[in-house]
């Protein structure tokens, strides 16, 4: 994979002591050979500079490639003089199309390299360490971390070996979408043919998505910044692969710019019909009023999962506003009044640099370094304009166990007091 290196240095330091200009350009090499990438070029800035040239030629670069790159850092504290600059530096290259990797401790992933510089290591730091670096060293060598995709099992060597009758569902799902079905047909094609997930369960849109999109099928282990071609048995060409890609980059809808607003019930509604969980949607639409005038509306509900990704169940939908403000209301009156909205100057907490709550800048970056949310996500929190909805979240998940939305009225069941 193709890759640009940058380093931050000390002028000061002598030419071949630890961190020093040659010291750092020796290990992104190394690391760069060591792990298959093509190392294009070098952007390096004088850390008593002011000026971050160096950084800012390093997003005009990448802004300017149509591929992916890798950005290589020996330390992921170096694209900034704050931690909060560093995790923003990160999130900038991020949306560019392209990623960060560290090259030291053990600990490629630049957030979680930030995160626990941020907070306190504990006693157990060093067990944590050799953790990392085991686990390092075993996508080194192209062996599987954690729970192998569907088509796939760990062989004896900690390789991926393919499953024969779960390999063939995979080729057919591949060749559907390269016959022109969509995800929603496809679905319901293997849910009707009596297919089953790995775990007996009906197929779902967002999983067929996230296959389609698996490079581990042509064969190819990715992992902890590393790439290695050929490591275990493909089940579709490179070039079924490829052309896959194009296909779903051409059938993506075009997005209007700026951020989507979060959906505040997530994760707590159900569908009282089929006991599945409901998803939040947005529907946009335009039109024409009779005198010619073009007219645009946005519109934000709630809709049954089993309908939007399976095809089943009858379709129950909510309108997200009404229903938000709906359940905000009855939980607050069943706590007597005493829900309110907290500002971080109010609870006595600090204010990072975004102007997010220290509690709540800890809390997505550990989230975002778990694996928990994506770097996407991440950055829209961090932009502070979703703290408000957020403390209600975390309030609301404090009281609601889940509510079961049925087609003219919704249930509320409470925590315990």
């Known amino acids: 994979m193709h890759a640009v290196g940058y380093i931050r240095y000390n002028k000061h330091l002598p030419p071949n002591s630890a961190m020093s200009r040659k010291d750092q350009q020796d290990r992104l090499v190394a690391f760069a050979r060591n792990n298959g990438h093509t190392l294009r070029r070098f952007f390096i800035d004088v850390a008593s500079e002011a000026n971050a040239q160096g950084y800012t030629d390093l997003l005009n670069?990448?802004?300017?490639?149509?591929?992916?790159?890798?950005?290589?850092?020996?330390?992921?504290?170096?694209?900034?003089?704050?931690?909060?600059?560093?995790?923003?530096?990160?999130?900038?290259?991020?949306?560019?199309?392209?990623?960060?990797?560290?090259?030291?401790?053990?600990?490629?992933?630049?957030?979680?390299?930030?995160y626990r510089t941020m907070t306190s290591e504990g006693r157990n730091a060093a067990k944590r360490q050799q953790i990392i670096q085991a686990m390092q060293d075993k996508a080194l060598r192209g062996e599987g971390l954690g729970k192998p995709p569907y088509g796939y099992s760990l062989g004896d060597q900690g390789k991926f070996e393919a499953v024969p009758h779960e390999g063939e569902v995979v080729r057919l799902i591949f060749r559907l979408y390269l016959e022109g079905s969509g995800l929603r047909t496809i679905t319901r094609r293997l849910n009707e043919s009596g297919h089953r997930t790995r775990r007996g369960r009906n197929w779902n849109m967002v999983t067929l998505r996230d296959m389609?999109?698996?490079?581990?099928?042509?064969?190819?282990?990715?992992?902890?910044?590393?790439?290695?071609?050929?490591?275990?048995?493909?089940?579709?060409?490179?070039?079924?692969?490829?052309?896959?890609?194009d296909l779903m980059s051409s059938r993506k809808p075009l997005r209007r710019t700026g951020e989507s607003e979060p959906f505040l019930l997530s994760g707590m509604l159900y569908c009282a019909s089929c006991g599945n969980?409901?998803?939040?949607?947005?529907?946009?639409?335009?039109?024409?009023?009779?005198?010619?005038?073009?007219?645009?509306?946005?519109?934000?509900?709630?809709?049954?999962?089993?309908?939007?990704?399976?095809?089943?169940?009858?379709?129950?939908?909510?309108?997200?506003?009404?229903l938000e403000e709906s359940v905000k209301q009855y939980v607050t009156d069943a706590k007597g009044g005493s829900l309110e909205q907290r500002e971080p100057a109010a609870t006595g907490e600090g204010v990072s640099e975004n102007g997010v709550s220290q509690r709540l800048y800890l809390k997505y970056l550990k989230q975002a370094a778990d694996g928990s949310i994506s770097l996407e996500r991440l950055a829209a929190l961090l932009r502070g304009r979703e703290q408000l909805e957020d403390e209600w979240r975390h309030l609301l998940r404090q009281h609601v166990d889940r509510i079961d939305v049925a087609e003219d009225s919704f249930e509320i069941k409470l925590h315990p007091a």
């Open 212 to 245: 389609l999109r698996n490079r581990a099928y042509t064969g190819t282990y990715q992992g902890f910044g590393l790439r290695l071609p050929n490591n275990h048995p493909a089940l579709v060409s490179s070039e079924d692969y490829r052309r896959v890609q």
């Open 61 to 114: 670069y990448l802004q300017g490639q149509a591929e992916e790159f890798l950005v290589l850092i020996n330390d992921p504290s170096q694209l900034s003089m704050t931690l909060e600059g560093a995790v923003d530096a990160v999130l900038s290259v991020n949306g560019l199309g392209s990623n960060v990797v560290c090259t030291i401790d053990g600990l490629p992933d630049p957030i979680q390299a930030l």
């Open 277 to 322: 969980r409901m998803i939040g949607a947005t529907r946009r639409q335009a039109w024409r009023t009779k005198d010619g005038r073009r007219k645009h509306g946005s519109y934000r509900y709630y809709q049954c999962q089993t309908r939007a990704n399976q095809s089943q169940c009858r379709y129950h939908t909510k309108r997200a506003g009404e």
